[in-house]
């Protein structure tokens, strides 16, 4: 069956400044899927250079916006495909809320797809890893070349965290043939 939607495509920096800025102003859920995980520093308006203590910027990590989120009670959750970077977990480590269960996390070695979903109302899909040169987040001439679309239409959200959800769920581990490598199949959690 054909039918309409509507989307917008993204490319490069676009994927900064739409979906992360979606993520960050998340009030239920983010869920997101990434082949690779790392640290993103993301701009925070609320800081002013040299007005805080410490802060040399207005940038910090995904993470203690994450932390922030978590407080608020925003599910968080990021399905992965391999241990995330050092500097990942470094600034993970220093979010106590996020350490106690404030963010899920799970790993699939299996996992390519890069969809973010927020709130259930708003999707990106596309070619973009959670890096900040994936996302656009560095500067000219050290990001990477993304595209892809955001929606918030219904039935697409919908397929998307259909799909999502079976993969958490561990839906797919039985005829999985990397089984035997994983080190905690999903349908054990």
Not at 52 to 75: D, H, I, K
Not at 111 to 119: E, S
Not at 123 to 146: I, Q
Request: aromatic residues 6%; neutral net charge.
């Amino acid at each position: 069956m054909t039918r309409s939607v509507p989307l917008r495509l993204l490319s490069d920096r676009e994927h900064y400044e739409e979906v992360m800025q979606a993520v960050l102003a998340a009030e239920q859920s983010v869920w997101v899927a990434t082949a690779n995980l790392k640290d993103v520093m993301v701009e925070d308006p609320r800081v002013v250079p040299g007005r805080r203590r410490g802060r040399r910027s207005n940038y910090r990590s995904v993470l203690e916006m994450f932390e922030e989120l978590a407080q608020r009670g925003v599910e968080l959750r990021i399905l992965h495909a391999a241990v995330p970077s050092r500097a990942f977990r470094r600034s993970f480590d220093a979010q106590s809320n996020l350490v106690t269960g404030g963010i899920e996390m799970r790993v699939c070695p299996r996992v390519h797809l890069k969809t973010v979903v927020v709130d259930a109302r708003l999707v990106y899909l596309g070619s973009a890893n959670w890096t900040g040169a994936g996302l656009g987040a560095k500067g000219d001439g050290r990001r990477n070349f993304e595209m892809g679309i955001i929606t918030s239409d219904e039935q697409t959200i919908d397929q998307i965290q259909e799909r999502y959800d079976r993969i958490w769920r561990g839906a797919e581990c039985a005829d999985c043939r990397l089984r035997e490598e994983c080190e905690m199949p999903l349908d054990e959690i």
